[in-house]
Structure formats: C-alpha cells, structure tokens
C-alpha cells in the first residue's frame, strides 16, 4: 500500500510539474508571441543566426517541443526553409538545456516552499488587474513557474529517505546501470520511451535529476537516460508534421536524424564522456552522502546535456546542407509536390502548443485563398475577349474551379480557426482571429462573384451579345478588379505588426484601396451609361437579355471591389467613412473660418 501511494504521490507530482511547465510556456508565449515570429525571422540569416534563434527562443518559452512543432508549421508555411528549420532546431537542443540548470539551481539547493505558493499566489491575483494586458501574461507564467516547482517539491517528498540504501532496491537498480553495451542502449532506450509518452523532454529531465538526487539512479544511469530524451523529444515534431508538406516533414525528420546521431557517437565513448564532465564539473557525483548528493549531482547531469549537445551542434553545423540532402533520401522531391488545392497546406500541422503562432499560418492560408480570387479575376479578362471556343471553356472551368476551392478553404479554415478560438488565446489574438473570420467570408463571396461572371459570359457566348467598345469596356473593368484582389493580397501578407510605420503604411494602402474602389464604382456607371447611349444611338444591337447580362457583369465586377474594400477594412483596422471624414475636414476648415 506504501508503494502505491509513494507511486501516486510522484505522479502527482509530475502531473503539477508538467501542467506549471505549459501554464508557463503558454504565458511566455502570450506576452511574447509576436517578438518570436519575428525573431525567428532573423533564421534567414546564415546558419549561425538560425542556430541562436533557436537556442533563445527555447530558452524564452521553456519548450523545445514547442519550438520544433512551430518550425515544422513555419516551414510549411513556407515561412521557412529546410535549411533554415534545421538550423532553429539545432538551437532548440541548447536552449532546452536551460530547463534542467533552472530546475538544478532551484529545485534542490533552494527550499521550494519559501518561495512556490508565494510566486503562485502574486500570479494568480496579478491576473485580475483589468487593462494591463501584460501583466496578466506575467502572472500566468508566474502561475505555471510556481506549481512547475511545487511538483518537483512534492516529486522530491515522495521518495522516502532510505529508499535507496533498500537492499531490493540497489540489486533491482543495479541490473540496469550502462556498464556494458546492451544494458545503455536499454536505458537510452528507457528515457525515449518515457519521453514519448510523456511528451516532455523536460518532465523526464525533472523526474531524472529527482531519482538521481535521492539516490535511486547513480551518474552514469542518469546520463544514458538523458540521451534517450533527447531522442524521444524529437517525435513532437514528427507527429506534428503528419499531413504536412514534404519540407515540413523533412524539418522533423532532420531533427530526429540529428540527435539520433549525436547519441550514436556519445554511446561509441560514453564512459570517456561521462569522465570528461566529471572532470569539467567540481564534486564527486558517487558520493553516497544524501546532501553532498543533492548538492552536486543535479549540476553534473545538466552539464552533461549541455555539453553534449552543445559539442553535438558544433560537429554537426558545418554539415547543415549535408543534413538537409539526407532528409531528401528518405523523403524524395517529386515534380508536383504538396499541389494540392483543396487541401490546407499552410495549416497541415498542428500549432496546438503555439496557438498564439498559428494565426501567423492562418494568414498564410488566407492569402493562399485570395491568390484564387486573383487568378480567377484574371481568367475573366481572357473569356471576355477570348474567340476560341476550346480556349473559352477552358477558361470558364478554370474560373468554376478556382471558386470551388475558395468555397472548400474557406469551410476549412473556418473551422480550424473555431477550434483556435476556443484555445488559450490572448485577447489580441482572439479579436484577429475574429476578423479573420469576415475575410474570409468576404474572399468566399468574392469568388461566388467570379463564378456568376464565368456562368453569364457562358450562357452568351455563341450569342455574341457583346462586340466592340463592349469588349473593351468589359476588359477594362475586369484589369481594375484584378488590381484590387491583387492589392488586397498583399495587405494580408505586408501589414501584420501594428508598429508606426505599420500605421502609416497602412493608411497609404487604403487611402489607394479606397480610391480604386471609388474609381470601380464610376466606372460601372459610366459603361452602363455609355452602353445605353449607344444602344439609344443604334451603334450597338442588343437584346433585353444581353443588356440585363452587360449589367449583371458591371455589378459583380463592383461586389468584387466592394467585397475587397470590407477585407481592407478588416485587416487594417480602418473604415472608408472615418478616413474619408478626415480627408475632407482639412479643406472644410477655412471655410467655417
């Protein structure tokens, strides 16, 4: 009955340590969650600036896993390389070494419970101040940093003081020390395992330095065991890259391959390695006293992860292009890869431990369904003026096709954002994610407007309603809507970070946006003006069918606009009324005066 109880209290223990290890990461990642995506930006550098990326962003967030899942997202984003994904996650595995310094600093050389339900209590009621955004991040990180220590506390406490000087005990543990071949692989083996199933590299890190600080496990058993973790950390990713572009999945495969390697040589010389940070490392990590135990041995297995994957990124950075051509063995090219259109590409993956990040893929995506919009806009300058009937249906089925993707990316990404809306967003994060929900539905009828042009010119084309300045009109209606989706494109892409400069730029776009949209709208006017003149004048021959048809066509060709002007207005936070109030205030002044 002890030994039941003594089992829960430690999984009890683990299970507060890991969830203060996500409350903390999520809180770091809120308060952060933009600076990171454009930290990472700076990966594009060389692989030096990728490698230091990744180490910091690990350090910053407390995850490796959630580091790596976020490239593998960000590379099928496309936001990424391979090349470049495989130097963040290079860094990634010197950054998740600072977890085990925290907990080793901390953990064991500091009484836990002077300082984990005060820094608890601050967080928690820090959360409640209203307006400071900020703050409520800070508390929730203090919040999960608190119970991630009260756990290794009570983990601590759970391992009763002679449990290792137990003769049962010390023959079981003594069956499963690495000294010889067979039994460190079983161990390396033993931490992957425990890794994957706990999905924490980190949490097995924790219950390694507690077991070895009590004694249970002596130095060497604790250094195969973390080898296995860093091995097992990296199936995060791999799952994660399930369904994901081949990139994506090659960014994975590289991370596993890379740390796999770097077990295999450690294994080759591990008892030359272990004695190399006995020696770098002061005290004696075989000491059977219980204090100099807890005082030294915590600091020998964290410099043993550091120092082997800092010697591991070292060896392995001059062979970075190397690396990324061995992913290509297991995961060849193909001349047609990830074409896939009804499929989401830039939200294949699986941003569940970076939700604040997935609204970066969300855009992506968004902007992936808008290049439909524009390159159906563009079938319909050809089909107006098109006289090849082949050519012509082809065309029409082009613009009927690209419409239907639109319907199917917008039912997908709606529901991927509903599901991201009920996760642990910030509330910056959630009023984007708000907004993007009218884009999208702006964009889906933007191609409903598309396809009623497509189905129009179809149902008049061997009528031939349509001849001279007709054409040429529709044409030129048809190029000024082209340029507007285009436009509205790359306001998905260019204006995503609300700095000064994004302000002022912001505004310039859509003082264009608006004047585009107000030139679409007399333009219809005019052509449908000038069509009836001409009509009136017998220049032109028309039937009531044709001229309910010209119409139509005009005024779908303006939805289109006015559709987009609604997602300008969306994305950039402004409305056409306000800045055209302010406009005019400036010249309506001296008059008043």
């Not at 928690?124 to 508390?139: K, Y």
């Not at 249970?216 to 990296?234: K, S, Y």
């Not at 306001?491 to 995503?496: N, P, S, T």
């Not at 009324?577 to 400036?586: G, I």
């Amino acid at each position: 009955m002890s030994t039941l109880l003594t089992t829960l209290n430690l999984f009890g223990g683990l299970a507060i340590f890991l969830f203060g290890m996500k409350l903390m990461s999520d809180g770091l990642q809120k308060a952060s969650g933009e600076k990171l995506r454009q930290l990472l930006s700076v990966a594009t550098a060389n692989r030096f600036a990728a490698t230091f990326c990744g180490a910091l962003v690990t350090g910053i967030i407390q995850s490796s896993s959630a580091t790596t899942v976020m490239v593998v997202g960000f590379t099928s984003a496309g936001l990424l390389t391979l090349y470049q994904a495989l130097g963040v996650i290079f860094g990634a595995n010197i950054g998740t070494t600072l977890t085990a310094w925290v907990v080793s600093l901390f953990g064991f050389s500091v009484q836990i419970s002077l300082f984990a339900l005060p820094v608890i209590a601050v967080g928690f009621f820090v959360q409640f101040i209203p307006r400071f955004i900020l703050l409520r991040r800070i508390g929730e990180t203090m919040v999960g940093f608190g119970l991630l220590f009260l756990g290794l506390d009570i983990m601590k406490n759970a391992i009763p003081a002679d449990f290792a000087q137990n003769p049962q005990v010390v023959a079981w543990i003594s069956k499963f020390r690495p000294d010889n071949l067979l039994n460190l692989i079983a161990l390396i083996f033993s931490g992957t395992v425990l890794t994957v199933i706990l999905q924490s590299s980190s949490a097995v890190m924790a219950m390694t330095l507690t077991c070895a600080a009590a004694g249970i496990i002596d130095f060497p058993t604790a250094c195969a065991l973390v080898l296995g973790e860093n091995i097992g950390t990296t199936v995060t990713a791999n799952l994660a890259a399930i369904g994901a572009s081949k990139d994506a999945r090659r960014a994975a495969l590289g991370h596993f391959l890379f740390n796999f390697i770097g077990v295999f040589w450690v294994t080759c010389i591990f008892h030359h390695f272990v004695h190399l940070i006995d020696w770098l490392v002061p005290g004696s990590p075989y000491t059977k006293e219980t204090a100099v135990l807890t005082a030294v041995l915590p600091y020998h297995i964290s410099a043993f992860h550091t120092v082997f994957n800092l010697i591991n990124t070292v060896l392995m950075l001059p062979f970075l292009k190397q690396l990324a051509k061995l992913t290509l063995v297991f995961i060849p090219k193909t001349k047609r890869e990830d074409k896939k259109e009804h499929e989401l590409i830039f939200l294949s993956t699986r941003f569940t431990q970076t939700p604040e990040l997935a609204l970066i893929a969300v855009r992506k995506e968004v902007e992936r369904m808008m290049s439909f919009v524009t390159k159906m806009t563009d079938k319909l300058i050809h089909a107006v003026k098109v006289d090849d009937d082949k050519m012509f249906e082809r065309l029409i089925e082009d613009v009927k096709s690209a419409e239907h993707t639109t319907d199917v990316l917008e039912h997908k990404i709606n529901l991927y954002l509903t599901t991201l809306t009920h996760g642990n967003l910030s509330r910056h994060a959630v009023a984007q994610a708000f907004s993007l929900f009218d884009v999208l539905n702006s964009i889906e009828r933007m191609g409903d407007c598309g396809e009623k042009i497509a189905r129009i010119l179809e149902k008049f084309h061997t009528k031939q309603p349509f001849m001279g300045q007709d054409v040429d009109d529709l044409e030129e209606i048809a190029k000024l809507t082209k340029d507007i989706t285009k436009r509205t494109r790359r306001v998905l892409v260019d204006f995503q970070q609300p700095t000064k400069q994004w302000q002022t730029a912001a505004r310039c776009t859509f003082v264009d946006a608006i004047k585009d949209e107000e030139k679409l709208n007399t333009m219809r006017k005019q052509f449908l003006r000038a069509r009836r003149e001409r009509i009136l004048a017998g220049e032109s021959q028309a039937t009531p069918d044709s001229i309910t048809a010209y119409a139509d066509i005009l005024n779908n060709f303006e939805r289109i606009g006015d559709y987009a002007m609604r997602v300008n207005e969306n994305l950039l936070g402004l409305r056409a009324e306000d800045v055209l109030k302010e406009t005019e205030e400036p010249q309506t002044a001296p008059q008043g005066a």
